[in-house]
Each structure stands twice: as C-alpha cells, then as structure tokens.
C-alpha cells in the first residue's frame, strides 16, 4: 500500500476536526473539499460567514460542506477568552486577549487547545512564525519535550523510498539535550508513516574521527535520545556515507544498529537540515512533505507559502494521522 492510501485508510471516516485559520485562500478550500467529499477529514473554516460562503461559491463549492466559526460570533467567545488569559499565566490582560484572539491563526489554536478542533494546519499565506507562535503560547510542548521541531518526510520512487529528515525548519543550534529530544520525536514520526525507526545523529565525524565540541554535542545527543526512548535504535556521531552505504559503515561503524541502515537523519543544526533536504529534492529528485511540526501536545502543521493544493491536502492528512498518533501515545 503507498504511503498516502496507507494514512487514509487509517483516518477514513474518523470524523477528525480539522481548523483551517486561511479560508479564503483558494488551495485551501480546493484541499479541503477534497478531504470533505473522500471523508478523511471533517475541516471547519474560521471568518466571517458570508465572506467565506462567497470564497466558496467562487471555487465551485457548495457552503453547505463546511462547518465556518465566525470569532465576531463565536458561541463560547467568553470561555475562549477566559481560557486564553488562564494559558498565559497573567501575560496578556482581558482586553489584550479579545484583540489577539480576533487573530486567525490564535482563534483556530485556541479552538485545538479547547477541543472543538483536533488539529491546525495554516501557513498558505501566514509566515512559520505566525503559525508556530499560537501553537507554543497556547498547544505547548509534550512533556519531556522542551522545544518544537520541523521533520520533512522525503519520499521517492512511489513511496518505495522513504526517509525523515529533521530538524530542518526551527532551531538553529540546539544543544545536546535539545538535539536528543529532537532525535526521539524523528523517530516518532517515523512510526506514523510505517516506518521502523533507525536514527543517524550526522556530524562531520564518525565514531571520533574527528575532534570539536560539535562532535561531542551530537555524541551526547545520541546517548540522550537513546535514555528517553529506549525502544528506538539510535547512533551517533556519524557521518552520513556510515550511516546510509552498508559498505562504508562496515569499515567506519561495524559494531552500530544503525550505521549502513538509517531512514531517520538528524541534522546537527538548522543550517545543515534545510540545506540537506533541499539538496536530496532538488538533486536527488525526492518529494520533500512538510514541514512536520513535532513535539506539540497537538499537531498543528505549517504550510508553506508556495504551497500547493495538493501540498495542503497532504499535510492534512498527516496533521490527521498525526492526531491518531497521540491517541496512541496518552
């Protein structure tokens, strides 16, 4: 089964609330009538009514598809409001409150966080931040997990190869213990796609070939990612030839569970991420999906700006596996 049809078959009819904050943009609505009519997802639309009926009509839908929550006219406004001002521990006064929660991307998070919705998914025509920024303020990180992270899942060849690259869309420079944590929600995500976690930690060294405090931060991290979740095989450092050619590992790394094997790769630092998975999807000819954004008590998926339809609609699907995910896991 391929990837996708495999993540159907497990949310079909599911009933998964989804929130769509951009329902106005025309990708979005494209992709999630799309969604509707196949009966993966059930999106809800957040605006003024009329105005998003008429962005609908305008598509050749029919409004009548989709639940739309007006924050002018929101039912619950007061215990939203209440709820967002008890999250913020004391940040934001009442009036301050009423202002941001008129943001789209703040109501859509506040109506996950309540659970009116699952899952967010935004970021068409709103930058990384104006989508992250509610989600760690409102959602949070899991337990354990002290920062977001960004995985792609790169596919190629039908879906007969599939790797998760991370991280590759936060953080800059995580530490030691920040880079484990990222490693083990990797692994995580790969599991969601059916994939059974091997996990390199990438350095410019393999096993103290080489000699610097980057090397002894990804060393540490491994070890880390190994303590927090010993049911995964995790190894580093490593270089990426040890941890992916057979050949090459069983000269630099013979005794790893994961050298010669990995499908999960840990960058080191943001540079290297989005700089390696640009490399492998646009030389390599594999389909970079994400952003996947990790560690949150909920998942809330950030688009990018270029995306397209058919990019939504995917990640979509993800956000709703995603939501499955945690199920499992509480």
Not at 23 to 38: D, M, N, T, Y
Not at 109 to 130: E, K, N, P, Q
Not at 228 to 247: K, M, N, T
Request: charged share 25%.
């Amino acid at each position: 089964m391929e990837l996708f049809d495999s993540l159907k078959f497990k949310i079909i009819r599911r009933d998964i609330r989804i929130v769509f904050p951009e329902s106005l943009e025309g990708r979005v609505l494209g992709a999630a009538a799309r969604l509707k009519i196949e009966q993966l997802i059930e999106p809800i639309l957040i605006g003024n009514v009329d105005e998003v009926r008429i962005a609908i009509h305008d598509r050749g839908l029919q409004s009548s598809m989709f639940k739309i929550i007006d924050p002018d006219n929101f039912d619950r406004w007061e215990e939203m409001v209440e709820s967002f001002v008890e999250r913020r521990n004391g940040k934001v006064t009442r009036e301050a409150a009423e202002k941001i929660l008129k943001d789209p991307n703040y109501f859509g998070t506040m109506l996950t966080y309540m659970g009116i919705a699952d899952g967010l998914v935004s970021g068409a025509i709103h930058s990384t931040a104006d989508t992250v920024r509610p989600a760690l303020q409102i959602i949070k990180t899991k337990p354990g997990v002290s920062r977001t992270s960004g995985a792609f899942l790169m596919v190629r060849g039908r879906d007969q190869e599939k790797y998760i690259f991370g991280d590759c869309a936060i953080n800059m420079s995580p530490n030691a213990q920040e880079l484990g944590e990222i490693a083990v929600e990797c692994a995580k995500t790969a599991a969601l796609f059916d994939i059974d976690p091997k996990v390199a930690l990438l350095s410019f060294s393999t096993k103290g070939s080489g000699s610097s405090p980057d090397v002894d931060k990804v060393a540490t991290a491994a070890e880390v990612a190994q303590k927090l979740a010993p049911q995964y095989d995790f190894d580093g450092e490593l270089q990426f030839d040890a941890s992916y050619v057979p050949s090459v590992a069983q000269l630099k790394a013979p005794d790893s569970k994961v050298a010669g094997q990995a499908n999960v790769f840990v960058f080191p630092d943001l540079d290297a991420g989005n700089i390696g998975y640009k490399i492998a999807q646009r030389l390599g000819g594999y389909e970079a999906i994400g952003p996947i954004l990790q560690g949150l008590n909920k998942p809330v998926s950030d688009l990018s700006r270029g995306a397209s339809e058919e990019d939504v609609y995917k990640l979509s699907i993800i956000t709703a596996a995603q939501t499955l995910l945690e199920e499992e896991q509480n």
